[in-house]
């Protein structure tokens, strides 16, 4: 992550852009009021999706069991990761 102050990250915006966009490379901007990140649209979206669905209690806790039943070996009669997320966001549409 490179760390910018405001002064500097207005200077080189579109620099700091590219950065993040086609290097991956998380930007912080300091200021006086703050600190944001700059993050690539796509990790935006995925960090966001991760929160939703980690806030949703039946989810969660079907992801949970189902790594433990994993890691122990276990055959899981629970539903898949990838159907319960599409449950989730087939609903949500």
Same mark, same amino acid.
């Given at each position: 992550m490179?760390?910018?102050?405001?002064?500097? *990250?207005? /200077?080189?915006? +579109? =620099?700091?852009? *590219?950065? /993040?966009?086609? +290097? =991956?490379?998380e930007a912080a901007i300091v200021s006086e009021n703050g600190t944001v990140?700059?993050?690539?649209?796509?990790?935006?979206?995925?960090?966001?999706?991760?929160?939703?669905?980690?806030?949703?209690r039946r989810s969660f806790n079907a992801l949970l069991e189902g790594h433990c039943q994993r890691d122990a070996g276990q055959v899981s009669d629970f539903p898949s990761v990838e159907k319960i997320f599409y449950d989730l966001q087939d609903t949500h549409s």
């Open positions: 490179q760390f910018y102050t405001l002064q500097q *990250a207005s /200077a080189d915006l +579109d =620099q700091v852009i *590219a950065r /993040a966009v086609y +290097d =991956q490379e990140f700059l993050v690539p649209q796509d990790e935006f979206e995925s960090m966001r999706e991760t929160l939703r669905l980690m806030s949703d």
